[in-house]
């Protein structure tokens, strides 16, 4: 009874505020109070964390927790595009549950001014958002009825999948197993080479075609030529549609970051057929990008003409745009190690003192190189257990995965035709018999964790 108590005065406010029909799949949204400080007891601030819940085919008697742990975005996206939960939700008699992580959706410790200085910001850590989740979960398991003796299966993609094994390696009773799709757990100093990221992405072009990709290399050679005066800025802007005419280098710089973005988006998302995750895009982006970029042997200003053929793709596919925003980020940003790299790519060698000075100046902290592998481990996981590490070849992102089985309960699942957690997404016709089966391993592996856990209430 003293802990109950000890919760109910922790996490005592819980809201729900309405049936959300998101595509096919409906929610209720609630909210719970969190602390913004988990780890002392400097500072008492709480905040309202979103989350989602669907319980329309949960056993009550103890039928499994089916959570995503949320990563950099509004928490209705990954509920939008993680249908392979949804899927087999029935199956598996789960409830489904979605918590956004803090500082993103509508879950800002500190409102508008959540990123702004350290004071505030500097909360904003995935040891936090970790225990936000174990808060949340906890919560759920003491006050929903059957839930007490519920097995919870942990999901994410990305920096959620990145999450996901992290919260099984860290709170092993808190959650009886992950998927961890398209996590870069080893994307980090001394783990992956930085310019394994864009070679990937590289490949991805290259392998639609040669000349795609050479287009896209002598791109960036014919930018700054063509922009070095007031004439070839005009020509560029109004050639590209640009919504805020270039008048400077630093606008250039913009419009070439854009471009980084762009390119990598698309080797990200070349699912098999159409999706809107990024941007409304068509099968197969990168091919049909590159079925614009097929003379190599153009210069100067025929080759930025057919390289902004290729670019309308993405940026207008719908043909819906009136112009190109370059000042607009080309996709909610994911995390951004590693995307200093080269190849097709403008050259541009990671400098660690660069990145160290552009995060004082943006946020005012110091990086920590060493941080995340001694907090979570990455030299060999071969202390945890129970996590899948899922990773597609198309997705640069998994050139900072985990490859290889680890050990008989940490294993790799490779689906060599998937881009970015295509493995999350909802079953598709069009999906390659890779990620089927990949799917297939993935509910093998739940179901075992599932009994396991069953096993132990039972000898307990």
Known sequence: MAGRMLLGA???LMLVLVLVPCYAYKYKTYFMTQRVDHFSFANDDTFLQRFLINDEHWDKNGGPIFFYAGNEGDITLFAENTGFMWDIAPEFKA??????????GI???YGNRSLTVPKYSGYLTSEQALEDYVALLSYLRF???????????????????????????KYPHIVQGAIAASAPVRQFTDFTPCDKFGQKVTEDFANASASCAEVIRKSWGAINSITANDEGLAWLSKTWKLCKPLKSTADVDT?????????????????????????????????????????SSHDGKALLEELFAGLTVYFNYTGESKCLDAGQQADV??????????????????????????????WGV????????LMYGG???????????????LDPWSTGGVLWNVSESVVSVIIPEGAHHLDLRSANPADPLSVVEARRLEKAHITKWIQEFKQLQGAA
């Open 10 to 12: 922790f996490w005592c």
């Open 95 to 104: 409830m489904i549950v979605f918590g956004e992580h803090r500082y993103y």
């Open 107 to 109: 879950s800002e410790p």
């Open 143 to 169: 006050v929903i009825e059957g839930a007490q003796t519920s097995p919870v299966i942990v999901f994410g993609g990305s920096y959620g999948g990145m999450l996901a094994a992290w919260f099984r390696i």
């Open 255 to 295: 419009l070439k970051a854009y471009l980084m973005d762009v390119w990598t988006n698309l080797a990200m998302v070349d699912y098999p057929y159409p999706a809107n995750f990024l941007a409304p895009l068509p099968a197969y982006p990168v091919k049909v990008v590159c079925s614009h970029l097929t003379d």
């Open 333 to 362: 940003r994911l995390d951004d190690q590693g995307w200093d790299f080269q190849d097709f790519f403008e050259p541009a060698p990671w400098d660690f003192q660069a990145y160290t000075a552009n995060c004082q100046k943006t």
């Open 366 to 373: 110091t990086p920590r190189t060493y941080m995340v592998p």
């Open 379 to 393: 030299w060999s996981f071969k202390a945890a257990s129970n996590i899948v590490f899922s990773n597609g070849l």
